[in-house]
T-cell receptor
Framework: DAGVIQSPRHEVTEMGQEVTLRCKPI?????LFWYRQTMMRGLELLIY????????DSGMPEDRFSAKMPNASFSTLKIQPSEPRDSAVYFC?????????????FGDGTRLSIL | AQTVTQSQPEMSVQEAETVTLSCTYD???????LFWYKQPPSRQMILVIR??????QNATENRFSVNFQKAAKSFSLKISDSQLGDTAMYFC????????????FGTGTRLKVLA
């Protein structure tokens, strides 16, 4: 089975630009999670989808961040406009169902640098 | 609210020795799940082991085992016969079952295995 696939692996862009991060969950998984990891704040859950529907977006830092899941095999996290403080590693994870006995499987992450 | 505490920011161990990473948590739930994830320098988040709170038997995965003390709300990870490839950040995570599917992560323990 292919794991969770994220792209790009690295992104460097200038402040004010739009950034789009992409995620393909594991086939058959119907829960998808976006996380942000920084040294200062550790791992933070940004948003959680179940069956393509956003269930909890309380972790999204502000209106500049938006996430979509148009179908079961694709999700995007968009930042517009980007700011230097958005620099972090962004992870996507998926799991089978919303049950705790099904662990989350993480992608390799996107390292985002905003100059 | 649930919290997860990893009180050891950094640890080191000699190759082939045994090391124990500590994790404590706080919750009012009776049933929940606990996980240890490993994040090597390649930054992948890899599931190491999981424990279901209603199971008294401690989980084991090859050289990795846990000491789950439900009353004490403690969930430590023991790595036996440490290998250089075990060098990584280790995160403890809690997942409740009362309607939310958010992982609560600890701040991590950086483990270095010395040759």
């Amino acid at each position: 089975d292919a794991g969770v696939i994220q792209s790009p692996r690295h992104e460097v862009t200038e402040m004010g630009q739009e950034v789009t991060l992409r995620c393909k969950p594991i086939s058959g998984h119907n829960s998808l999670f976006w996380y942000r990891q920084t040294m200062m704040r550790g791992l933070e859950l940004l948003i959680y989808f179940n069956n393509n529907v956003p269930i909890d977006d309380s972790g999204m830092p502000e209106d500049r961040f938006s996430a979509k899941m148009p179908n079961a095999s694709f999700s995007t996290l968009k930042i517009q406009p980007s700011e230097p403080r958005d620099s972090a590693v962004y992870f996507c994870a998926s799991s089978r169902g919303g049950q705790g006995n099904q662990p989350q499987h993480f992608g390799d992450g996107t390292r985002l640098s905003i100059l | 609210a649930q919290t997860v505490t990893q009180s050891q920011p950094e640890m080191s161990v000699q190759e082939a020795e045994t090391v124990t990473l500590s994790c404590t948590y706080d919750t009012s739930e009776n049933n929940y799940y606990l996980f240890w994830y490993k994040q090597p320098p390649s930054r992948q988040m890899i599931l190491v082991i999981r424990q279901e709170a209603y199971k008294q038997q401690n989980a084991t995965e090859n050289r990795f085992s846990v000491n789950f003390q439900k009353a004490a709300k403690s969930f430590s990870l023991k790595i036996s016969d440490s290998q250089l490839g075990d060098t990584a950040m280790y995160f403890c995570a809690f997942l409740g079952t009362s309607g939310t599917y958010k992982y609560i992560f600890g701040t991590g323990t950086r483990l270095k295995v010395l040759a």
